[in-house]
């Protein structure tokens, strides 16, 4: 195995299992400011509070969570682990645009240099967040083990990055009131009348609705048809289904994924404590390499209104 260590941030939303399973030894956390104004890190694996009790707490009217990205220090603390012994980084961020944690963690670098001269570090922007990261951290675990250098890796992930894609439905719209994103009127009714805004990562990473759909049966059945269709050698690869607080929508997105489409794997990992805040309950979508992403997500939106208008 090439002797070099992945290292995501806290935003990866991958639990312990599954870190130890694809070799990462540590993360990069991030901070997370609790509603009584007291402050906390970022935890992968819920070990300061309950999934339950965190987004029950977001869906309060007026609790608000804030996030922060570690400081440089706790940042260049989980770089030197690994620089003193003897092994290269290659840390995965999430999107520079959305947080200052890749600065963060180039400069935790060059607090380095000097006494780990022969040590390397490469600071990688995912330009995606939560389970978007996970698919590129599986991908490199996977090169990694096959042999590829830090270089090689590195160049894949950069060549690959625009093919991350994200599906699937948010059913939540009275959080999505809560934080400016729509009226109050548009939450009510959107939320009577069953609306599920769809998105996928624009190019730059940010999460644009491409369409919108009524009902979780047809959010589901549109999920899946838009995965299909934009998967690539789904056979080669591990799909990600996240969701936040909405396990039991990801167990059935899971299981058609895999009958339907019949990818490598398919893994279910909760929205974790760094993007929730930002993100909100009810949200289950699909994280997947696939067809590279258009300017303009113009392809992306022809292709959703193509699926709503059969179904």
């Not at 003897?86 to 380095?112: Q, W």
């Not at 780990?116 to 389970?131: E, G, Q």
């Not at 009524?214 to 269709?229: D, F």
């Amino acid at each position: 195995m090439a002797d070099f260590v992945i290292i995501p941030d806290a935003t990866c939303d991958l639990p312990r299992e599954l870190r130890d399973r694809f070799d990462i030894p540590d993360y990069v956390p991030g901070v997370l400011y609790l509603p009584d104004g007291t402050e906390t890190r970022s935890n992968l694996d819920w070990e300061n509070m309950t999934q339950k009790e965190f987004y029950s707490i977001l869906k309060q009217k007026d609790a608000f969570f804030k996030t922060a990205s570690a400081s440089i220090g706790e940042a260049t603390e989980v770089i030197k682990k690994q620089f003193a012994q003897g092994r290269d980084v290659l840390l995965i961020t999430i999107a520079a645009r959305m947080s200052v944690t890749f600065d963060v963690c180039v400069k935790a670098g060059e607090t380095l240099k000097e006494a780990y001269p022969d040590r390397r570090l490469v600071v990688f922007d995912s330009l995606r967040y939560s389970a978007g990261i996970s698919v590129q951290v599986a991908a490199a675990a996977y090169l990694r083990k096959q042999g590829k250098s830090l270089d090689e890796t590195v160049a894949w992930l950069q060549e690959n990055c625009d093919r991350v894609h994200q599906m699937g439905p948010l059913d939540d719209l009275f959080f999505c009131k809560k934080m400016g994103r729509v009226s109050n009127m548009s939450a009510i009714m959107g939320t009577l009348i069953g609306i599920r805004p769809m998105a996928d990562f624009n190019r730059d990473g940010a999460n644009t609705v491409i369409g919108k759909t009524k009902g979780a049966k047809k959010a589901e059945n549109a999920t899946v048809e838009y995965v299909r269709r934009t998967i690539e050698h789904p056979e080669e690869q591990i799909v990600f289904v996240a969701h936040s607080n909405r396990e039991e929508a990801a167990q059935s997105l899971k299981a058609r994924i895999e009958k339907e489409i019949s990818p490598r794997e398919v893994l279910i990992i909760p929205i974790g404590q760094a993007c929730g805040p930002n993100i909100g309950p009810g949200l289950v979508a699909a994280y997947y390499y696939g067809k590279p992403i258009s300017e303009g997500l113009a392809d992306e939106s022809a292709l959703m209104a193509d699926i709503l208008s059969s179904k």
